[in-house]
Structure formats: C-alpha cells, structure tokens
C-alpha cells in the first residue's frame, strides 16, 4: 500500500469527499427510514393476506421493489461516494403468473435489499446522530469564548457548557476544536461503514456467485465458439466450396476442350464464362462470410460502422457515436453486433424509426437503442433481448430494457472498458 493510502483510511481524501460523505448521510437518512417503512407495510399486508392468491403477489411486488430501493441506494452511493459498483444481473422471468411469483419470491438480489434496508436502518440513524451531535457540540464548544461575552455567563443549552470564567473558555473551545478536527474522520469511518454494506449486500454477489457466474459466461462463450464454427463451416460448405467445386469442374472441361484436335470455341468460351461466375460467387460468399466475422467497416470506428449498417441495410435508424477515445477491437465489435440486432428487431417488431447512440460512461460504453414502437419487449429466456444479454456476459456487459405499453422501448447495453 502505498503512503497515501493510509491517511486515506482514516481520513477524506479532499473537502470535496466530506462534504459528499455528509450529503450522502443527511440524503440516506431520509431516503432508508422511507424505504423501510414501505418494505415493511408491503411485507406485513402481503402475510396478512397469505391465505389468498394476493398475499403472494404482494409479497413478489415487495421484494421487486425492494430490489428497486436498493439500487437507488447504489445509484445514490455512485453519485455522492463514488462508488461505482456492478449492478446485480437482471432478473429474467418467464411469461405467466405463477413463474413471475416463483422468479421474485426466490430472487436473492431482492432479499439481499431487504437485509440492506433493515441493517442501514439503526446504523445509519446512529451514525447521522452521532455526527449531528458531534459537530454541534465541536461547533458550540469552539465558539463558546465568543457567545460567553453575550450569554452572561449562563450555560449553553447544549452538552452543559458553561464556565464562570472567560479563561476557563478557552479550555471548550480547545475541545471544541478537537472534536471539529474529529469530526470529518469520525464521518469518515461511519460512510466507510455504510461503503461495506452497499458493496456487500447491493453489488457484489459474493464468491461462489461470481464463480457460477464466471462458469456460466464461460460456457455461453464456448457454445457461441462452436456454434460460430459450425456456421462458417456449413456456409462454407454450401456457398463458397460450391462455387469453387463448380468452377473447378467447368475449367476441367475446358482444359479436356483445348486438348482436343478440333476446339469447339464457343463451348470453351461458355465453360470458362461460367467458371468466372462461379469465381465471382465464391468471393461474394467470402466476403459475406468475413463481414459476419468482422465487419471491415469497423476498422474506420464505431461510428462508420453502424451508420454504413444502417445505410446498406436499408435500416431507418439515427446513428449517434460520441467516445472519448477508442475501445478495444474485441469490444467495438461486441457493441457492433448487440447494435445490429437491436436495430433489426426495431425494424421488425417495432416498425418505426430508431435512434442509435454509444457513449463513455463511467469507464464502460453504453448503447442505447430507442424506438417509437407499441412497446411491451421484455428479456425472456429464448427471445432476441436475452441472446443479446448473454452475448455481454462473457466482457461482464448488461442488458436492460424499458418498454411501457405505448412505447417508447429504451433498450441499453453496458459493457465496462478496462482501464
């Protein structure tokens, strides 16, 4: 660790941090009594009415809002702690009453929220009292020399201050001073607490879950590999073997043509016609092939890439590229593929115009795809949205989607960028 490191323990790193340490106490203080109470009533309604279907779907809606008051936790951690953290997978639920039931009732992320909320609840209430109270005693005690000369000698109202000499000030306001200089490290060490909490119980899915994770991703990536192999195989197999195994016949039977003592030159001219075709197609179905591999016009970037896909492919769309510098190859062509298939389920489902935009954002690209469809896209298990979803596993991406009844559909992709 390194020197700076230490002080950095104990201590913000800049005014700038402890002033967001105190705003993410006074704003947490309000937002988690707020949420718990929600959480709470929803929890008590949904068991008082167990006995029938709608406890149960109360007590799932709970738990889907619970997950809902945890991330803006997070979120409202990113924004003032500067703690960006991974948000947990989205939950993936089938079409039908009873799997959405089972799907929140037994989703982990969302009890995991619940424990949050109920453990922040006494520890963040204690912690923003005891640092309410300790800066006021700090500020009233370091001024107490000041409003002595004002208050004739009377005790303050807070924390029995009082001396029956102007001398015997000075040794409050020295307490008073300490406790100020106090004060910003013992916030410190309270947000630090609150840090841990957020980290472990909103973001991070321990260990073994991100193990299985891993294994997971791992295993979609091998599938992915091997269904990638066998589709160049087949294609090259049907189309550019084909063209080639044609040609090959047609200049074979020119060759016998020409060895022949009497050359018949029109059959020879058509023989070798046909060959040229067959070399034509086969370099189409080549130059198909690569492009599905690796579009060239990815080489001149994002942006040429997905406006000439819009362009060539007769996609209305609106193509907005603003990064701060260039990802990686592997990266650019992830986002390029996930922005194809968005813009072609546009086109098919939504039938209206989309508008395609990729950004920086905090250290990962963020795709965003809107259209002005009927809305009602959901990710469900074996649907377009979640082989996208699964394609960003294996770079840690995420998929999330926002699509009212009426529209607009707001689909965006998040993949992180190493630094």
């Avoid at 996609?315 to 968005?342: D, G, I, K, Q, W």
Wanted: glycine fraction near 10%.
């Amino acid at each position: 660790m390194s020197g700076a490191g230490v002080p950095r323990l104990l201590w913000p790193s800049s005014w700038r941090e402890g002033v967001a340490e105190v705003g993410w106490l006074v704003v947490a203080g309000v937002l988690t009594p707020v949420a718990v109470v929600l959480v709470l009533a929803g929890l008590v309604l949904g068991v008082a009415l167990t006995p029938v279907l709608a406890g149960t779907i109360v007590l799932a809606g709970v738990l889907g809002g619970a997950r809902l008051l945890g991330g803006a936790h997070r979120r409202l951690a990113d924004a003032l702690l500067r703690q960006r953290l991974p948000r947990p997978p989205a939950r993936q639920v089938r079409p039908g009453l009873w799997r959405w039931l089972v799907a929140w009732l037994t989703d982990p992320h969302s009890w995991r929220a619940v424990a949050y909320l109920l453990l922040r609840l006494p520890f963040g209430l204690c912690g923003l009292l005891l640092t309410t109270l300790l800066g006021i005693f700090g500020g009233a005690a370091a001024s107490y020399p000041v409003t002595w000369l004002f208050t004739q000698q009377q005790e303050l109202p807070v924390f029995g201050i009082h001396s029956q000499t102007w001398a015997g000030t000075l040794l409050w306001a020295v307490a008073g001073i300490a406790a100020l200089v106090v004060w910003p490290a013992f916030t410190h060490a309270v947000v630090s607490v609150d840090r841990l909490l957020v980290r472990l119980l909103l973001a991070d899915p321990g260990l073994r879950e991100r193990v299985r994770i891993l294994e997971e991703t791992r295993a979609t990536a091998l599938e992915d590999a091997a269904g990638q192999l066998r589709r160049i195989e087949r294609d090259l197999h049907d189309g550019a073997q084909a063209q080639l195994v044609a040609m090959a016949m047609k200049l074979g039977l020119a060759k016998e043509e020409l060895a022949t003592d009497e050359i018949d030159l029109p059959q020879v001219r058509a023989l070798v016609s046909d060959a040229h075709g067959n070399a034509k197609r086969a370099l189409v179905e080549l130059r198909d092939l690569a492009r599905g591999i690796h579009p060239p016009a990815l080489d001149d970037g994002l942006g040429v890439a997905l406006s000439t896909l819009a362009t060539s492919g007769g996609l209305a769309a609106t193509v907005s590229v603003e990064l701060t510098r260039r990802p990686s190859p592997s990266l650019e062509t992830v986002v390029y593929f996930a922005a194809a298939e968005l813009m072609t389920n546009a086109a098919k489902h939504a039938g209206a115009p989309c508008a395609v935009r990729v950004s920086d954002d905090k250290g990962g690209l963020r795709l965003t795809v809107t259209d002005e469809g009927t809305g009602g896209a959901a990710v469900v298990p074996g649907g377009g949205l979640a082989g996208i979803a699964e394609r960003l596993r294996p770079v840690d991406g995420e998929l999330s989607v926002h699509s009212p009844p009426g529209g607009p559909t707001v689909v965006t992709a998040e993949v992180p960028v190493a630094r």
